[in-house]
């Protein structure tokens, strides 16, 4: 059994950073592609960014290229989401997937583990 736990969000202006963290337990981790994903009120849950095996490989959404990183900390199992010039388009509910194979997807349907989803709201 994989648990995905993330943490890190919360309410932030127009033009700030944060750093989303998701906590992997279980040994799948170290052989896993992971992502984050996000849902705004009324919308569907849509990609944001994707990880493989060795965190050399990386996808991102268009609309998060360029100010979104996402990385890995094998030592620690976790799986960071670096945001910066946040925009109000940005504010949903991240969250956190793994799936049992090494590379990076965009479908959500591609992941078989989810966290609990930490909320990110950009003020104006």
């Known amino acids: 059994q994989v648990q995905l736990v993330e943490s890190g969000g919360g309410l932030v202006q127009v033009g700030g950073s944060l750093r989303l963290s998701c906590a992997a337990s279980?040994?799948?981790?170290?052989?896993?592609?992971m992502g984050w994903f996000r849902q705004a009120p009324g919308k569907e849950r849509e990609f944001v960014a994707s990880?493989?095996?060795?965190?050399?490989?990386?996808q991102y959404a268009d609309s998060t290229k360029g100010r979104f990183g996402i990385s890995r900390d094998y030592a620690k199992n976790t799986v960071y989401l670096q945001m910066t010039n946040l925009k109000p388009e940005d504010t949903a509910v991240y969250y956190c997937?793994?799936?049992?194979?090494?590379?990076?997807?965009?479908?959500?349907?591609?992941?078989?583990?989810w966290g609990q989803g930490t909320p990110v709201t950009v003020s104006s």
């Open positions: 990880i493989g095996l060795g965190g050399s490989s990386t």
């Open positions: 997937a793994g799936r049992s194979s090494l590379g990076t997807s965009s479908y959500g349907s591609d992941y078989d583990y």
């Open positions: 279980g040994r799948t981790f170290s052989s896993a592609g």
